[in-house]
């Protein structure tokens, strides 16, 4: 029952992480009007706007006007489901489901906005951290003066590296991967860890494909990173913490 919950919840919130990431950058109400079309301007009917099973009922079409709907829709949903079934399946306490479930319910818009946009929302890092300190000193006080220091080391980190090269980094990185450290704790270090390797493939993949003039085409693409930290907080989210004490226990002692 947990997961099937977990994953009936999690693709109805992927629904609405789709109009977030979809508003929340053009200044619009993520509440109303109820969802459209953007072509047509047709409310979608609510049997039109079930998650995933839907865009296959459709088709992946609009049904007012037959414009094509985009397929990012659907995968943002599966994928929303599929995280936190993954977290219920994962995390043991009321406090790491509940910081998982949130940190998710975070990376997906902030890295679908910084991918279209390059921007991460300051009203979604904001109100994240909040929420991760309120959960954590309601759930797991004795963890939260870690997660604290782990916030700081990784804005910290990712701050210095913007004042390094300004054009690498910007401050919406800086304050998602602090935000990242309050809810991770120390599995933050794997998260910026994985976020750069990522990184430094995705560059050279763009630069191998941009032929004579890759690194100019690299500079010209602007890849943000934010997706990046959203998929190196989405592994550690899960593995993070055997990771830290993998390296403890054989490094360290």
């Not at 629904?15 to 993520?30: D, G, I, K, M, Q």
């Not at 818009?109 to 890092?125: E, G, K, S, W």
């Not at 309120?134 to 910290?156: F, K, N, Q, Y």
Request: overall charge positive.
């Amino acid at each position: 029952m947990a997961i099937t919950s977990a994953g009936v919840i999690g693709a109805i919130f992927g629904s609405f992480l789709n109009v977030v990431a979809y508003r929340l950058p053009r200044h619009e109400s993520v509440v109303k009007p109820r969802s459209r079309c953007p072509s047509c301007g047709v409310p979608v009917r609510p049997i039109d706007n079930v998650p995933v099973l839907s865009w296959f009922l459709l088709r992946g079409r609009c049904r007012g006007c037959s414009t094509r709907i985009s397929a990012r829709y659907p995968l943002v949903e599966a994928a929303t489901a599929l995280l936190l079934v993954g977290v219920v399946l994962t995390q043991h306490s009321a406090a790491d489901v509940a910081l998982g479930v949130a940190l998710v319910l975070l990376l997906v818009p902030c890295a679908l906005i910084d991918l279209d946009y390059h921007i991460i929302p300051n009203v979604l890092t904001g109100p994240g951290a909040v929420v991760a300190i309120v959960l954590g000193t309601a759930l797991d006080p004795s963890g939260e003066p870690g997660r604290l220091i782990a916030g700081a080391a990784a804005g910290g980190f990712l701050l210095l590296a913007a004042l390094v090269y300004p054009p690498g980094m910007g401050m919406g990185d800086v304050k998602l991967a602090g935000t990242m450290g309050l809810f991770l704790g120390a599995a933050v270090a794997p998260a910026l860890l994985i976020a750069m390797l990522v990184g430094i493939v995705a560059g050279v993949v763009i630069i191998a494909r941009g032929g004579s003039d890759g690194a100019g085409s690299a500079r010209k693409t602007g890849v943000p990173f934010g997706p990046f930290l959203a998929i190196g907080g989405l592994v550690a989210l899960f593995v993070g913490t055997p990771l830290v004490n993998l390296y403890l226990n054989h490094f360290v002692h």
